[in-house]
């Protein structure tokens, strides 16, 4: 995958771009005059401006654009649909579902404040985008879930809006679901070893 720096101005580009032309309708009315306009390489120099956090004056901003835009295109990430207007690749898509999935988390565990309820995640993905369950099972490795078996996990924590949220990110809401339950039968001694709770 092509290496894009979170706060660079080219993620910025690419999140601007996904916001405009993917229906993000409040964010776009909130930038008025470009709600009409499809994103080109003037209305977004704009876009990058309203979204904010990127500190330089405007005579900076041009000229790191046009570097950032032909840095992107020549990435694969955008593709110019005529001579000033430009639309995500696959590749762009994927760079920022990449990093909105690096973005959720779960807190740190602490067992002397467990509210003993465990949260059981279960998933039915099918064969056909194993790409998908794959990242799936991958993000839910590193939030640090227990697999009691196949495509059934485990936490002690509050999870059910990160978890919903992945699987919203990779479209894929119906496969999965959290039940809070108070006990795991045989495997509670192995999970509570697991994750710290006596």
Do not use: H
């Not at 720096?5 to 690419?14: A, G, P, R």
């Not at 994927?94 to 602490?110: R, S, T």
Request: with cysteine.
């Amino acid at each position: 995958m092509n290496r894009v720096e979170k706060n660079s101005l080219t993620y910025k580009i690419l999140k601007a771009i996904a916001l405009i032309s993917e229906g993000a309708k409040d964010f776009v009315f909130s930038l008025g005059p470009l709600f009409d306009v499809l994103t080109s390489r003037k209305t977004m120099g704009q876009a990058i401006l309203t979204i904010g956090g990127y500190s330089s004056n405007k005579s900076a901003i041009k000229t790191n654009y046009r570097t950032a835009l032909k840095r992107l295109e020549k990435k694969g990430l955008i593709k110019f649909t005529d001579a000033t207007s430009f639309i995500l690749t696959k590749g762009g898509r994927d760079i920022l579902l990449k990093f909105e999935i690096d973005d959720i988390k779960l807190p740190n565990f602490d067992p002397r404040k467990w509210d003993g309820k465990w949260r059981v995640l279960i998933f039915d993905i099918s064969e056909t985008i194993r790409a998908v369950r794959d990242i799936f099972r991958s993000k839910v490795q590193e939030l640090q879930f227990c697999n009691l078996q196949k495509s059934v996990y485990v936490t002690p924590q509050p999870c059910e809006e990160e978890i919903l949220e992945l699987a919203r990110m990779l479209r894929i809401e119906k496969s999965v679901q959290v039940l809070e339950v108070t006990k795991l039968g045989l495997k509670e001694k192995a999970v509570r070893k697991f994750f710290g709770i006596k």
